[in-house]
């Protein structure tokens, strides 16, 4: 209930993991809210490895960056118990850490800078010589030089997440395209859709300042995989592997620019080829995995790497909210992300660690109301 404030008609365009977490925790403050995309979590989410691990992305200059996702980190094992009690759905959320691994000598001084960053901003980071890394991840190559661990980090599946979010939802999540408008947004069979408020979390399209940044991921099983979350430079080549229930693993790291609307995000065989190559010179084990799935997804970049979150100018009387611009991290700053939106909506404080990131702090910019290439969602 809203004591003795009204209910507000909510449009949410975009059903990624992000898309969904504000339409589940505007519902929560009680508004009439609704959500439209035609295939809802069949975007980023759907590739998307879980990684909770905002000390994982750091780098210098995008310190407000690594705040929000350690405010994020911070939410999430209340915010997962709570949707898993209200779902019924198991999320698979699990602590354990990261593992940063180097191969060589390069990689190690690289890891050492992101260290040395991580401890400057207080985030705990250990570090580990050879001996260490393989007593904590025994299946890594006996080569690797040395790393760190990450003791906070978690990661979860956004899959499940999603399904929970969709089960909450339940008939409030509609199966259409929508185009914001002055008053709130038409769908693709002309129909209107008048809202006070229109939120939008479209992912790598139909938004200022977003562009999309194509990343490709293997799932493969194995009956010897890593335990715990591993981020690797070998040779500078980035890769992640990150567990999931029955042996399975999640393979990825690899980045590249597209032009807005250059057709369906496919794999190519030549950034599978060179992640896989490194993923086994990582884990030899993974020579045996099976393969289950290669799939490739465009994540939404923006100019500084973090999110817009907040409102822009409108051409009409329904206000419009940014969610978007995760890049990879819209599973991590989901619960954030969701809790800034509602502030927003609401006129309440919004997070401190969210406040960087209003989506003017780029050029003034009047939303785009043509129609998005998709409601892609934004993750990582």
């Known amino acids: 209930m809203r004591a003795g404030r009204p209910a507000l008609r ?3 365009v975009g059903g990624g993991i992000v898309g969904l977490a504000c339409a589940d925790e505007l519902v929560g403050a009680g508004h009439h809210v609704r959500l439209f995309d035609p295939a809802p979590a069949s975007g980023a989410t759907y590739a998307a490895a879980g990684m909770l691990a905002p000390g994982g992305e750091a780098w210098f200059g995008e310190e407000t960056l690594l705040r929000l996702g350690v405010d994020s980190l911070g939410r999430w094992p209340a915010y997962a118990a709570a949707l898993e009690k209200r779902s019924g759905h198991h999320l698979d959320l699990r602590a354990g850490g990261t593992l940063l691994v180097a191969a060589d000598r390069d990689d190690l001084a690289e890891v050492r800078r992101a260290r040395a960053l991580l401890d400057s901003n207080g985030v705990r980071a250990e570090e ?19 790393g760190a661990l990450l003791p ?23 199966r259409a395209r929508a185009t914001a408008a002055a008053d709130g947004v038409v769908l693709d069979d002309g129909s209107r859709i008048t809202a006070d408020v229109v939120v939008l979390a479209t992912g790598a399209a139909g938004m200022p300042h977003v562009r999309p940044v194509r990343g490709e991921v293997v799932r493969v099983r194995s009956h010897d995989a890593p335990t715990r979350v591993l981020r690797a430079r070998v040779h500078g080549e980035q890769v992640y592997v990150v ?32 992640l896989l190559e490194t993923a086994r010179a990582l884990v030899p084990g993974l020579d045996t995995a099976e393969l289950l799935e290669v799939v490739a997804r465009d994540r939404p970049g923006s100019p500084d790497n973090g999110p817009l979150l907040g409102p822009v100018a409108s051409p009409g ?16 700053l989901a ?22 990131f209003s989506p003017d702090r780029f050029e003034t910019h009047r939303f785009d109301t043509r129609h998005p290439e998709r409601d892609e969602d934004p993750c990582a």
């Open 243 to 274: 567990p999931r229930a029955d042996g399975e693993l999640v393979i990825g790291a690899t980045e590249e620019e597209h032009p807005a609307g250059e057709g369906t995000p496919l794999p190519t065989v030549g950034r599978v080829a060179r």
């Open 128 to 146: 580990l010589d050879r001996r260490a890394l393989r007593r904590y991840e025994p299946t890594l190559s006996g080569r690797v030089m040395g």
């Open 335 to 356: 619960p954030v992300t969701a809790a800034a939106l509602r502030a927003h909506v609401d006129g309440l404080d919004v997070p401190q660690a969210a406040l960087p």
């Open 10 to 12: 909510v449009v949410v």
């Open 317 to 332: 009387p329904a206000r419009v909210l940014l969610a978007g611009g995760h890049h990879r991290g819209g599973v991590l």
């Open 152 to 174: 906070n980090d978690r990661h979860v599946n956004p899959r499940r997440v999603a399904e929970a979010l969709l089960a909450v939802l339940g008939d409030r999540v509609v």
